[in-house]
């Protein structure tokens, strides 16, 4: 097998210099009756030319979004990243490298997570962030229950503007974890009263902006609000591109900023591995989740990074720890970090520029689609559309004209009177004239 | 070579990616345009190649060499994996496109649950945690929503000393209170020791937390009776998949009586850990924990698996507790793990186990007369966990030791883990090493060993030598963190070229 | 332009410092009835994302050989490559370093070709190889001027079954070169007499085995021959893999060994970068072309490699240098290389066996076929139809019916009575039972 | 780290390829079964890996730093050319697969010869050169062919003393006598002296071969006066297009009276040099040359470009001297080529050229008070060529002062070449380097300088320290050459763990 070593001469030798007269003698600690005899009943190897194969085979049966005029996002975004990025993660010292417990032989990646919590701090408006979490989802239950931490409440209010899918997992982990959350209904106007939820007893409210409808919330008064009742701020985004363009939640006044980092960097890979972006105060930092690199010296004073204040961290505080996150997002830290660096700030806002200026094309095009009504007035990257049928046919019927146009509501909010034919659609740059053309022909059509 | 942080060789007034300006248009921002520009340096992209090309370099990884992490399994990773990971029609699909897009990608994911749920025994499993940590959650909060359909809510957790920190903190972040069960002599957990602390708690034991193998590299000989202990008082059995690596295609988790076990897919099947994730942590369950399996979740269907994505699409026996993170799991990391899967087959599977356990019973017999193993000499698993006596009065930590491992160039083992041993070091060399390497290890390791006996104390206080920093100030870190680069404030003029 | 670290600032304060107000002073020795005014009339300047969709167009309107079934060769394989090969020949040290001009900083290079070298040496049953030609067809060009300098003679013979493009090239060069060339005419069944023309006045023949056409030729007998009148024998191969089953061309007397290296380790890339494999005998080795790496030590008496007798080359001897070749196949060696030290003799073997194992199963199938004809007694992966129509239309044909089917010998060879039905098939590894029954069947069609 | 040749650490009865033996067959190999197993050794993967990732780690690369090789033209690689070239549409199609189904490669080297051919001003091109040496044999092979069609057939190739090794050796190769031709003082070719040369072979002149920018990195002012001698004598003018990235939209060599010239893709246009190749070296050719441009040729038919691959294609004005290689070029070289082209466009072509030859003249002024410029304080073009006049009395040559850039981590620049200057040292640091980079570079040799003018000489005569080998013993390895390696004898069997 290609990827072992060992000969079967050097298994006899090995077996031999262990003591032993065959390997199944060392696993004789397994009970006998659950020992395995021969083999589990799944295939035997293949070749790689096989595996490869039927992979392919797989793999051909999927749509990509770089083959159709693509208009999907909803948390995920379809966006150009430079081959740069790509060869650079694949560089054996990052791509197969551990998590750098030994600082002196892992500075490389060291250092890249500095430079990501500078990026992130910078771009969200925030003291500092951490070396990321699994995805801005699980990052936001994470912000709910470092807000309990801090503020020793434990009811947090969600916005009917977050994404469905970070509610269910907001909700899901609080739930189970006994603290109370109370969601708002879905809010596809952004023009829910959240202000009149804010209590003191609540730990935190919850806003996605741009919401997962698209709209973009002024955070002020609802920091302001949160504020004056002793609670945290926490500020969600899904499109990280945003930020080059929209005011940073951190200028809003918001407590903990957590989102999506996927759009910068990252494949859209059916949903993951993406990259939890997390920022807060420097106040709170000792209460925040997940890995930090921090700066420090070496025995000869030279300027080196190491993980720092793990003591909040499961390994060290165990059943203590703020949180049981181990792994992190490293890689796709890295693909983060090399494409903002090849942006700059300079490059991000003129990316985020093209995508909103995509978007404005798109909606005027749509809008004048009979039958069709836009939803927002302020926006990024992304609305919603009502439209006079059901957005779960259109879209399909917009799949046999061979264009992925949105996202129906319901397939994230089910059976909900009034969101049945609502339809979430992004436009970035790599959307063209001819694309959004047929786009908005192809709708009249399905909606004639 | 030392090499400076992009914010210092970078400007902000360029861009490595070349855009061009939209046309003019009307922005429909609202109120909330940014209104101070984004002041994040850039590099052309020949700068940006070489910074990180450069940073790469002060990092060690399995690609270059031996890597004995043990409880990591820094084994190789197939290009192959990485290669189909970019298939277009894996890579590049939206976790929300129509389904009717993206057959192929259901098929996967299905089919990578089809292979984890046989090789374990099990009935159902939970794709979606994003690394093993995160498994743990999803299995615990399996178990939580399953006394809760019950109608009870025990509130206490058994777990051994020699648990993963993830363990404990898994429990804690559900409010379970954590109780400790005591090893036996040989590092094993005594069935009497855990009926016992379900006797004291009695109704009130949620489930036990096990790593099996242990995390002393032992496989809990008495699992079976164990799990009987744990289900006889209404509890659960969660086993920790870290150490599955060791007994895939030799023993099933279901058959041990398992009723839920995450399996990080970056260690037993390979995805590369880049430099710390993302990882992937697949739930499998038990007959009884399968109902509560988490949404989405794939059920067969008659012209092929079904992606159920919410609760409106469960039926009648599907129970989901919620759901452990937006969309449908790692997906590139799925695809990595079924090539590695479909490449070694059901044969290849059991002989990496094979030989990742008897490639560390070779370092083992290389080591035991130096080194001190805290259990006696007998046979460990994939991997072997030596204590700090032999270092006794040499004036040589484990920390010392394993830093004197990199002037040799091997990154260290585990150090101080687990915390039952005093001065711990697990080996694990994992079935990617060939003969010839682990010969060399052990030399090495020998040479070490001699070197503390002889008082060579030097060799190991000071160590790393060699190494592109030598030891790293922790606690300075730790007393005033610097957690990003700050801009120098702009009236500290450097003086021109200082010496 | 994001490949340009200069910004126009810097350009401003550099020019300054140069001591010039405009960079086109710096270019003033340029006549001024030459300069450019503004710009050439070409394209400007574009992003990523327009220069990969340019590309993709272009590439998608050709038909991949991995996407049907393909059974194309005559001189060039569809084999499938370990991914490892690609992964490792990008690693930015080995893609971004130049000749191992400085051996202190390229060991990694010369190591490599060491290895290279020894493998190729192997393989072919030779004392020596070098470092690498640019292709089999050039190397063999460069093998008839060697043995021009051995014997000093000049008057090649070249057999019926050299790849017909190889011939060009060497006709070519040595016709302007001032030597005379004797081929025969093309021998579809390796028929030919070849013995009866070596003479006293022969420098060397030149005998491919596989022939163009497939067929395997005993090198034994024209070796004698051609040493009894003092010539030498250069033996050519274009399917590298076929020396894993076949007797070695040194073994069976050859003084140059030279072929195509394109099946271990390299892409089709519609025929090249390839790399041509040169060996000979010790004797020979001040005659050779091309680069040498040999082995020595340094100043702590470690091993280490150097670049050698490079007093044969054109950047020490100049005009009376052994070739002007200066650049080789650098990273094609070193797919190679890796390739071949994935595979191994055992692997080598085994893929030769399967190769040949594949083309004896669809000579059957095709042989079955009425009114075909297969001209070979002894053949590798690869033998000649004689087909009842021109063998060109019947492949467009196949086209059409979406199998690439083969080689019609008259796209060579243009306009030669009795080559037009003739068709070179190949079948290698990639090819399963299923391409091969239809293979059959498309033919069956074609020919009814 | 050390790193063991392959065959010391691989093995003969392994393999690292998984296949499965074919089933039973006839096999029908005649009497040629090759008898003897085939000796070579093989890895398993993770071996393979870690055996050429750690070679890797032995060398510079212009992704680890500048790279000042003179006339070698180091500079950045986009990996998008990679990216591009990989395309299954350009990577996986075969050179003789029927032409209907590859029509978008035929156009891709369509449109890359028009690239080139708008950017030299020249009639056609012929793309099928593997090289630039290669380029040059097909462009004097033209010139030959166009010789001997006119009638004549003249013996004599005039070259200055400063040109590439490749020149003289292609006439020679070609059975042309060369003949030297004088620089000036300045460095530059003398028209009179061509005239000179001319009238001395009267009749006989076949061609000039001339680099421009010349190897002293000057432009050869009166390039159009020699021209119009050469053509004058009914000869041709060749010119060596290795240093064509000095002028690339600054001026065409059509307009300059070249009659052929090659181009390094690799150089000009970035294909990365791979260790030492591939190239590729499409030659242009004026009205004159294009009749004679070999197969394969590409025309501009009606419905599209047309591939000419036999004598049998052509038409009336095409007499093709032949074929340069098989198949139709170097394919991957193109696809990477084009890439860069179109990202730099006409605009960034020229912008590209300008920042070369920028950069060059910064470091120029940053050093040419301390090292010596053996043409005065004049501008250069991309490349800067010093001398070792600076260096007199020190001890120390060219060649340790070269060595010694490496322990300052540099590669070194380009040494005694050309060979009209005394221990010449020609250094381009190319467009890819930013300001901080080529200060950085010059603040180093400038303390290099210093240093040897204190007579440190031990920092130079012993360098490199800090390499992965010291200086290697070029001599031993060219008096007994050892070209691979070889079994030990089996005899000798090693004694067991001596030390």
Known sequence: MRYLPLSDSDRADMLARVGVSSVDEIFSDIPEKARIDGLVDLPRRQGEMAVERDLGRMAARNIPAS??????????????????????????????????????????????????????????????????????????????????????????????????????????????????????????????????????????????????????IDLKPIADKAHQHGALLIAVFTEVVSLGLVESPGAQGADIVVGEGQSIGNPLTFGGPYVGLFATK??????????????????????????????????????????????????????????????????????????????????????????????????????????????????????????????PVSRLEPGIAGLENLLVVASTEVNTDEDRAAFAAALKEVLA | ?????????????????????????????????????????????????????????KNYAIDSGLYPLGSCTMKHNPRLNEKAARLPGFGDIHPLQPLSTVPGAVDLISELGHWLMVLTGMSAVAMSPKAGAHGELCGMMAIKAAHIAAGRDPKIVLVPESAHGTNPAT??????????????????????????????????????????????????????????????????????????????????????????????????????????????????????????????????????????????????????????????????????????????????LKQASEDAVLNANYVRVGLEDLM??????????????????????TGVSTLDFAKAMIDEGYHPMTMYFPLVVHGAMLIEPTESESRASLDLFVATLRDLVMSAKRGETERFSGAPYLAPRRRLDETRAARKPILKWERPAPQSVQPEAAE
């Open chain 1, 67 to 216: 083959s159709v005029p693509f208009f999907v996002g909803a948390g995920a975004y379809k966006h150009h990243v430079p081959a740069t990025v790509d060869h650079l993660i694949q560089r054996s010292e990052f791509l197969t490298s551990y998590t750098p417990y030994q600082p002196e032989i892992t500075q490389g990646t060291l250092q890249y997570l500095f430079e990501f919590q500078t990026q992130v701090a910078e771009l969200t408006g925030m003291d500092v962030a951490n070396a990321s979490m699994y995805d801005g989802s699980t990052g936001t239950a994470e912000a709910v229950l470092m807000a309990h931490r801090v503020t020793r409440r434990n009811k947090a209010v969600l916005s009917g503007g977050l994404h469905p899918q970070y509610r269910a997992v907001v909700e899901g982990l609080s739930g189970l974890a006994g603290d109370a959350v109370e969601s708002l209904p879905a809010d596809p106007t952004g023009t829910e009263d959240i202000l009149s939820r804010i209590d003191d007893e609540t730990s935190c409210v919850v806003v996605q902006s741009p919401s997962f409808y698209g709209e973009l």
């Open chain 1, 282 to 407: 420097q106040k709170y930092i000792r209460q925040m989740p997940g890995r930090l690199c921090g700066e420090t010296v070496d025995a000869e004073g030279k300027r080196g990074f190491v993980l720092t204040l793990s003591t909040r961290e499961q390994h060290i505080r165990r059943d203590k720890a703020t949180s049981n996150i181990c792994t992190n997002s490293g890689l796709c830290c890295l693909a983060f970090t090399i494409h903002m660096t090849l942006l700059g700030g300079t490059g991000l806002s003129r990316l985020a520029r093209i995508n909103h200026a995509n978007a404005v094309k798109l909606k005027k095009l749509l809008a004048a689609v009979p039958g069709v009504e836009v939803l927002n007035r302020a926006y990024f990257n992304e609305f919603t559309l009502r439209l006079p049928k059901p957005a779960h046919d259109v879209v399909e019927a917009l799949v046999a004209k061979g264009i992925l146009g949105g996202v």
């Open chain 2, 171 to 348: 429990a804690a972040l559900l409010g379970y209170q954590v109780v400790a069960v005591d090893a036996r002599e040989d590092g094993t957990v005594d069935p009497g020791e855990v009926q016992a602390r379900i006797a004291e708690h009695a109704g009130n034991v949620a489930a036990i937390m096990l790593t099996n193998p242990n995390t002393c590299g032992i496989f809990e000989r008495d699992i079976i009776e164990i799990a009987a202990a744990v289900h006889e008082a209404d509890a659960y059995f969660y086993c920790d998949g870290a150490n599955f690596n060791a007994i895939v295609g030799k023993a099933k988790p279901g058959d041990l009586g398992v009723d839920a076990m995450h399996i990080n897919l970056h260690k037993t099947f390979s995805t590369p850990h880049g430099g710390g994730g993302p990882g992937a942590g697949p739930v499998v369950l038990s007959d009884r924990l399968a109902p509560f399996a988490p949404l989405p979740f794939i059920r067969a269907g008659k012209d092929g698996p079904v992606l159920v994505e919410t609760e409106a699409g469960t039926e009648g026996g599907e129970k989901p507790f919620g759901r452990m993170t937006a969309f449908h799991g790692q997906m590139g990391m799925f695809v990595r793990a079924l090539a590695y899967m479909k490449s070694h087959g059901s044969d290849g």
């Open chain 2, 1 to 57: 070579m030392e090499e400076a942080l992009l914010f210092e060789i970078g400007r902000t007034d360029i861009t490595g990616v070349d855009l061009d300006e939209p046309d003019e248009f009307e922005p429909e921002l609202g109120s909330l345009a940014r209104k101070d520009p984004v002041e994040l340096a850039a590099l052309s992209e020949p700068e940006a190649m070489r910074h990180y090309v450069r940073l790469s370099t």
């Open chain 2, 372 to 393: 001190s193993l805290p259990f006696g000499s007998r046979w460990c698993m994939h991997e072997v966990l030596f204590d700090d006596t032999f270092l006794k009065d």
